[in-house]
């Protein structure tokens, strides 16, 4: 009898060892880090259009919440809550595969006529950059120009090409969102200027060689 449960025991670890193999269960470690995976893993580009880039949206048109994606977690997490009354004035995502000069990816407002999901993925065209330094809490000043798409599935945006095909006032109250975005995080966002979406572009490429991880620095003036 001992040695039919021996031999019973040892079929079951057998048996274990070979669903683990072929695709058994996961941890839920191993479940985080799969879906940290699939995000980090998404193609800057859609294969069919090299003038798009997919980007992840982390936080949906009209929220005062804002969300981030955890690699750890594999999921969105709460970062901060907007002041009463103040919220996204578009969907806020990211574009995988890139690194900007504070090591996480780069961030792009994506200008569409309603909100989509966090964690949706929109193919967008980038239509500009809104130049900007910051002066953060510790005093130190650093360069945060702040990428602007569209996605052309939205028909109202459709034939929006650059920042100059939007109404002024249009930009103005992005600039002024980040402005007050900033504010309440304790820092200070001065914008310097506006580029156009060739300027965008050279933002990416630097962010997807590495020349993101560090943040180019002024001194104040």
């Known amino acids: 009898m001992a040695k039919q449960r021996r031999e019973k025991g ?8 070979v669903a683990t193999k072929s695709g058994g269960k996961k941890t839920g470690k191993e479940r985080r880090a799969a879906a ?8 800057l580009q859609p294969d069919d259009d090299a003038s798009l880039y997919h980007v992840v949206i982390e ?3 009209g929220s ?3 969300l981030g994606y ?17 919220v996204f004035p578009f969907d806020f995502g990211f574009l995988p595969q890139t690194k900007g000069g504070d090591g996480d990816p780069l961030d792009v407002l994506v200008l569409m006529q309603a909100p ?26 650093v360069r945060n120009d702040r990428i602007i ?7 109202l945006y459709r034939d929006v090409e650059a920042l100059d095909d939007l109404p002024t006032a249009a930009v103005d109250e992005i600039e002024q969102f980040f402005v007050n975005y900033e504010r309440q995080e304790g820092k200070e966002f001065r914008p310097l200027g506006r580029g156009g979406p060739g300027q ?20 104040e003036r």
């Open 149 to 155: 798409g569209v996605a052309p599935a939205c028909a």
């Open 200 to 219: 965008a572009a050279a933002l990416v490429r630097r962010g997807t060689k590495g020349g993101g991880g560090k943040r180019a620095r002024q001194r």
């Open 10 to 17: 040892a079929k079951k670890t057998k048996r274990a060892a």
């Open 36 to 43: 940290a995976r699939s995000l980090e893993s998404l193609p």
């Open 59 to 61: 936080t949906s048109k």
């Open 64 to 66: 005062p919440n804002k």
């Open 116 to 141: 989509v999901a966090p964690g949706t993925v929109v193919p967008t065209r980038l239509v500009g950059v809104i130049e900007a330094e910051q002066r953060e809490k510790s005093g130190e000043t």
């Open 70 to 86: 955890d690699e750890e977690l594999g999921a969105f997490t709460l970062h901060a809550v907007l002041p009463q009354g103040a």
